[in-house]
DNA sequence: TTGTAGGCGTTATCAT
DNA sequence: ATGATAACGCCTACAA
């Protein structure tokens, strides 16, 4: 199968190797009709598939390239890369995946093993301690675009959800509705972990600026496993809170297990609102307003920054993409205090 | 930076590039402490990363599997591709993702792209409509695994899901406690669509050997969106369902919202079940018993399948591989006709 | 308009 | 124990 060569084509097209070469680069200029039609045959006849591989090794460009994520079952994750791979297949490039895990090891290797397939540039969902690596391949001029996080101390393109705007969009959400013991829920924070930290500090912001102030017990971090308990007991305490900000998807499990278990009723107890669109926020009951990261822009952006790098040597500085979260509003929001409820039916 | 040739490893620690060869594929055996260690320092020194493709040019292999899927977004696609790119991983391969969108002429294409590209194999989430691609690719011998579907008139290893027996939990579930007038819900049928017509012809067999018999108009087949609508209208004319049985989660989204926008009453006017596990079964009011689909073992027994057919060319005979659904039961069945309820707190 | 020759970075086969 | 040399399949000057 695999066995049938260019030399094959040309033997029995009667040319060189060279001028099937040029044939299959479209270099027609100079070729008769002739040979180019018997070309055609001999390659139609034999079934015959040019070597990539070998093919780049000369050209010393794949059209391939890497994308290294932190963990391939979150939806943003698929939805991003599947925006990915379409911009790519307009190009007519390929996409090796990756999933590192959120290990930094393995993102590590996976970094290396990309490099020596010759990949013609990365896009990461970076675990965020792998400082060194990425300097390098900055400073090679490596194509490489960050997504989702981006990894502290490297000047490279990123493109990110602008966590300020989002935070902000859910307190001004809970706010204009009339809730104002607001907490926020969120996975155990860490330093590295850019995200997490951005929207914790523009809920504090966004709190501040309408002259709330957050208690730190309103700071509700945990394991989304070990929500529902943490919940509980914060609940228990005095000034519970009548509105949450869950972070992310998975976050926002743990709170509606939270409020199944305890059975503490939605738009008048307790207010919800999560980043992450959510496949089920219509059919859920109340019906979820969530705040939406548009992933399919961003995936596309990404995939254009690899290639705009690829593109051109006089590499210009790093840029920082920030995409606008969406207020995807669907709850009815009825409460005793006389504001009326409103609705809005956007599909995701 | 990728300058660094195996050559100037070479020059540098004082040998031939053979020796240098030797030294990177560990046949140290006849080999110097002393030139071994030269080497080490030289590779060090300049940063030396092998390059791939030469080696995949002389060696006719490149440690990469190509994966085509016909949708990227649904999760069973994410999950049973997580389970591949993780086993890829033990072996040190990896792994290109292509999205053809149901398209059999991007499926065609990319089949193509990925031989070009040199492959070691293929897994496939066929559209089910390019038989002849796939049959020149098996009589190759070529290494081929089929997910979720099959291709009609292809004789390739496939790994499926057990359509029969998961229509049969459903109807068992729903007769064993107490549901009679059962229903099936599914997208449009159309007869390349295997695991669609497997299950309808499970559901028929199911009720069958229990000696219910299926009114065509039980046959509920629509695009998810128009659900709601085709129900409604279903549930307008005598002796509705109080069952459905909805044949994946796109589907079952389709009966949430007619039964939100309906008020239908969950356990009590209907139950439902449906196939694929979805992440919000259990903060569902009521939480919803689903047949899921063992999508890491089905993605570990692809990958394990196309590694199996590439070490071995005495090809036996492609196989099969039904995989039996898992009912993950959830709802509190609670009746009028004095069946107990019952509770099963699985997580998925 | 087409052919020749050299090279891309490795590996493999022999020598030495 | 190590080194020369010829592939691998394609591309690209340059020559004819």
């Not at 139609?44 to 963990?71: D, H, M, W």
């Not at 990756?98 to 896009?123: F, H, M, R, W």
């Not at 959510?278 to 690899?306: N, S, W």
Request: hydrophobic residues 40%; glycine residues 6%; proline residues 5%.
């Amino acid at each position: 199968m695999k066995k049938v060569t260019m030399a094959d084509v040309a033997k029995l097209a009667n040319v060189s190797k060279s001028t099937v070469s040029q044939y299959l680069n479209k270099r027609y200029e100079y070729m008769s009709e002739e040979t180019r039609k018997r070309i055609a045959e001999a390659i139609e006849e034999l079934g015959y598939q040019p070597n990539v591989i070998a093919r780049s090794l000369k050209q010393k460009t794949t059209a391939t390239i890497g994308v290294i994520v932190f963990n391939m079952l979150h939806m943003m994750t698929t939805q991003v890369l599947h925006a990915i791979e379409e911009e790519c297949q307009k190009r007519g490039f390929q996409v090796i995946v990756c999933n590192s895990g959120d290990d930094p090891d393995k993102e590590k290797t996976y970094v290396d093993t990309l490099l020596a397939k010759q990949v013609d540039g990365l896009i990461v969902f970076p675990t965020g301690k792998n400082e060194d690596v990425y300097r390098c391949l900055v400073e090679e001029r490596f194509p490489l675009v960050f997504v989702d996080r981006m990894v502290p101390g490297v000047e490279a393109d990123s493109v990110l959800l602008d966590n300020f705007a989002a935070a902000e969009m859910a307190v001004d959400y809970f706010a204009s509705n009339g809730y104002g013991r607001i907490a926020i829920v969120t996975p155990p924070l860490v330093p590295y972990n850019v995200p997490r930290m951005e929207r914790l500090e523009g809920f504090r912001a966004a709190m501040r600026k309408r002259g709330m102030d957050v208690e730190e017990r309103n700071i509700i971090a945990a394991d989304p496993g070990a929500l529902p308990e943490v919940l509980k007991q914060r609940f228990a305490e005095p000034k519970r809170p009548n509105a949450l900000f869950a972070i992310n998807d998975l976050t926002l499990m743990g709170v509606l297990r939270f409020v199944k278990e305890t059975g503490i009723r939605m738009p008048d107890e307790l207010a919800i609102i999560n980043i992450d669109d959510v496949p089920f926020a219509d059919i859920y009951t109340p019906a979820l307003t969530t705040i939406a990261q548009p992933t399919f822009a961003m995936g596309k952006k990404a995939a254009e920054r690899v290639f705009e790098q690829m593109d051109s040597n006089h590499a210009d500085s790093p840029r920082v993409f920030r995409f606008s979260p969406a207020l995807m509003e669907r709850t009815w929001i009825k409460r005793g205090n006389g504001k009326e409820g409103r609705r809005n039916d956007e599909d995701s």
